[in-house]
């Protein structure tokens, strides 16, 4: 068990770049099992726990994995002619995205032994739309023992209408469908970025998709994909996590490597709450710079939706930050009802939220106190680190290492803006 030790009331100052997404990395290095005796050199992959945990999956089915050792985040990818069918529990249990394999190991092997997989603890998420799809798509499908069978003699392409535009199911079925027969047509896709970077990749590998952006893609598959050269986006939530830590601290942060479309709702609810920030652009990158705040936040209300809108991964820090605010803010969760799990342990810091229902009610204080905290899931984490470092006194976070599936370096990015922090083991 690992935890963070947090002395707080530092303005952070300072320049931090932003790593590569951790959400568009899982699914292009399971783009890889599509491959066929070829090979795929994937640059800007964070190097945290879950890209760990899929690099153990993919070695475990049989792909060979390399970290490139003069680039510490390119990874090389080389997938034989034959892969295993059968992901085994102990690493698909510790991380929700293994359920990215589903799809392209049907397409490739013609059947999928796959255990039902974990995650943080943030409600219900069920991969029955993965599934539904598959079995639009030709594929048998049982679920017994806490396990998947799934089988197909070959996928075929057919138009997929998702109930509900989920990223992890608009992956899945994209991959699936690289290796159909014919073309699949999947429509109330997500929009995510994520979705956009995979999109990249299976370009590269040689499929035809076709992605208009606003809900529709179209997937020709084919039976010669090729070997290909990919690069991760830069990852929005830790951006914005940054963004915010120089806000709560009342501070002055710049972070670099950001694309501003990807965190236009995070913009546009900062400029409400009376936030003073920059955007500089440049031919190959652009970055957003907070200034120190004149005075508290404004309250706004927020409701968390599929992109373009809120992410719900950055619920729990503009909670954090709004519990700052003067007045009273409504934060709504739309996506995951167990993602308010969190608030009891900001309560405990000196913040007043009430839950009631899927909404949570912030009556913004003055300043929040240190005191010992524990984490319930990543993000939930992180929104804990940023109010111990606005918190007077010192702040203990327990069960950190939820927050390195999700953040690179995070002690060391904050130490350079000149926050004390560090990760210490729990029996210390």
Same mark, same amino acid.
Do not use: W
């Given at each position: 068990?690992?935890?963070?030790?947090?002395? /707080?009331?530092?303005?952070?100052?300072?320049?931090?770049?932003?790593?590569?997404? +951790?959400?568009?990395?899982?699914?292009?290095?399971?783009?890889?099992?599509?491959?066929?005796?070829?090979?795929? !050199?994937?640059?800007?992959?964070?190097?945290?726990?879950?890209?760990?945990?899929?690099i153990e999956l993919l070695s475990a089915l049989g792909?060979?994995?390399? !970290?490139? &050792?003069?680039? !510490?985040?390119?990874?090389?990818?080389?997938?034989?002619?034959?892969?295993?069918?059968?992901?085994?529990?102990?690493?698909?249990?510790?991380?929700?995205?293994?359920?990215?394999?589903?799809? &392209?190991?049907?397409?490739?092997?013609?059947?999928?032994?796959?255990?039902? &997989?974990?995650?943080?603890?943030?409600?219900?998420? =069920?991969?029955?739309?993965?599934?539904?799809?598959?079995?639009?798509?030709?594929?048998?499908?049982?679920?017994?023992?806490?396990?998947?069978?799934? +089988?197909?003699?070959?996928?075929? /392409?057919?138009?997929?209408?998702?109930?509900?535009?989920?990223?992890?199911?608009?992956?899945?079925?994209?991959?699936?469908?690289?290796?159909?027969?014919?073309?699949?047509?999947?429509?109330?896709?997500?929009?995510?970025?994520?979705?956009?970077?995979?999109?990249?990749?299976?370009? /590269?590998?040689?499929?035809?998709?076709?992605?208009?952006?606003?809900?529709?893609?179209?997937?020709?598959?084919?039976?010669?994909l090729k070997s290909c050269s990919a690069r991760v986006?830069?990852?929005?939530?830790?951006?914005?996590?940054?963004?915010?830590?120089?806000?709560?601290?009342?501070?002055?942060?710049?972070?670099?490597?950001?694309? &501003?479309?990807?965190?236009?709702?995070?913009?546009?609810?900062?400029?409400?709450?009376?936030?003073?920030?920059?955007?500089?652009?440049?031919?190959?990158? #652009?970055?957003?710079?907070?200034?120190?705040?004149?005075?508290?936040?404004? =309250?706004?209300?927020?409701?968390?939706? =599929?992109?373009?809108?809120?992410?719900t991964d950055m619920q729990p820090q503009i909670v #954090?930050?709004?519990?700052?605010?003067?007045?009273?803010?409504?934060?709504?969760?739309?996506?995951?009802?167990?993602?308010?799990?969190?608030?009891?342990?900001?309560?405990?810091?000196?913040?007043?939220?009430?839950?009631?229902?899927?909404?949570?009610?912030?009556?913004?204080?003055?300043?929040?106190?240190?005191?010992?905290?524990?984490?319930?899931?990543?993000?939930?984490?992180?929104?804990?680190?940023?109010? /111990?470092?606005?918190?007077?006194?010192?702040?203990?976070?327990?069960?950190?290492?939820?927050?390195?599936?999700?953040?690179?370096?995070?002690?060391?990015?904050? !130490?350079?803006?000149?926050?004390?922090?560090?990760?210490?083991?729990?029996?210390?």
């Open positions: 068990m690992e935890r963070m030790r947090i002395a /707080g009331g530092v303005p952070l100052k300072g320049r931090v770049k932003t790593q590569g997404a +951790k959400n568009a990395a899982l699914p292009v290095m399971a783009a890889c099992l599509l491959l066929r005796g070829r090979g795929m !050199r994937l640059a800007n992959v964070p190097d945290l726990n879950d890209t760990g945990t899929m792909v060979s994995v390399k !970290r490139d &050792p003069d680039e !510490r985040n390119t990874v090389v990818f080389d997938t034989p002619d034959s892969v295993s069918c059968e992901a085994p529990e102990p690493l698909v249990r510790k991380m929700r995205a293994s359920s990215l394999v589903l799809g &392209p190991l049907l397409a490739r092997c013609g059947r999928v032994v796959m255990p039902l &997989p974990g995650g943080c603890s943030i409600g219900s998420r =069920p991969i029955d739309l993965h599934l539904k799809g598959l079995v639009q798509m030709g594929a048998e499908v049982d679920i017994r023992g806490g396990a998947v069978y799934a +089988k197909a003699r070959r996928l075929v /392409g057919r138009r997929i209408y998702l109930d509900f535009p989920s990223v992890g199911a608009t992956e899945n079925l994209m991959m699936a469908a690289a290796c159909a027969k014919g073309e699949t047509i999947l429509e109330n896709t997500a929009r995510e970025p994520e979705i956009e970077n995979l999109v990249a990749a299976l370009r /590269g590998m040689g499929v035809a998709v076709d992605a208009d952006g606003i809900g529709c893609v179209r997937v020709a598959g084919s039976d010669d986006i830069p990852d929005r939530i830790e951006a914005c996590t940054y963004i915010l830590a120089g806000i709560m601290t009342g501070g002055d942060v710049t972070v670099e490597d950001v694309v &501003p479309e990807h965190i236009d709702a995070l913009l546009a609810k900062l400029e409400e709450a009376g936030v003073a920030f920059s955007v500089a652009r440049s031919e190959s990158s #652009a970055s957003v710079a907070v200034r120190q705040p004149t005075g508290r936040l404004k =309250p706004v209300s927020v409701k968390t939706m =599929p992109f373009p809108g809120f992410p #954090a930050a709004l519990s700052l605010a003067n007045g009273v803010s409504l934060v709504e969760e739309n996506i995951f009802q167990g993602r308010f799990l969190y608030t009891a342990e900001l309560n405990r810091m000196g913040a007043k939220i009430d839950i009631k229902g899927n909404t949570a009610v912030i009556s913004g204080v003055r300043s929040l106190d240190g005191v010992s905290v524990a984490a319930t899931d990543l993000r939930a984490g992180a929104a804990l680190i940023l109010a /111990g470092l606005a918190a007077k006194g010192e702040s203990l976070v327990e069960n950190v290492e939820h927050v390195l599936r999700g953040y690179e370096d995070m002690d060391e990015k904050l !130490r350079s803006l000149g926050a004390t922090v560090a990760f210490e083991t729990a029996d210390a």
